[in-house]
């Protein structure tokens, strides 16, 4: 079965830092650029940050620039989004989403594996 399973989310005070884990299974992440997205209740998803299929490029939305840092390990077939300084606006349900051809550019379109889904809470 292809498809990616997100971990790391959870309930974190702001200020806080968490730490996203995205893995792939049943196929090799290699080739793929990979994205992190977010969807708030009521509110539309919206990409928020890619990492090329060979890691060299790295995109991110100006409201997490600064903050959040997307990486990949190939060898364990998982991307990262280390989020720190987080604030109450950052809470929503995070995806990861990989995508061929393997650069960023339009990364929002023509995602070909989604995964799940992961909550992040950031509430005092």
């Known amino acids: 079965q292809l498809q990616l399973v997100e971990s790391g989310g959870g309930l974190v005070q702001p200020g806080g830092s968490l730490r996203l884990s995205c893995a792939a299974s049943?196929?090799?992440?290699?080739?793929?650029?990979v994205a992190w997205f977010r969807q708030a209740p009521g509110k539309e998803r919206e990409g928020i940050s890619c990492?090329?299929?060979?890691?060299?490029?790295?995109y991110y939305v100006d409201s997490v620039k600064g903050r959040f840092t997307i990486s990949r390990d190939n060898a364990k077939n998982t991307v990262y989004l280390q989020m720190n300084s987080l604030k109450p606006e950052d809470t929503a349900v995070y995806y990861c989403?990989?995508?061929?051809?393997?650069?960023?550019?339009?990364?929002?379109?023509?995602?070909?594996?989604w995964g799940q889904g992961t909550q992040v809470t950031v509430s005092s």
């Open positions: 990492i090329s299929s060979s890691g060299g490029s790295t």
């Open positions: 049943g196929f090799t992440l290699d080739y793929y650029a």
């Open positions: 989403g990989a995508r061929l051809p393997g650069y960023c550019l339009g990364y929002d379109k023509g995602i070909n594996y």
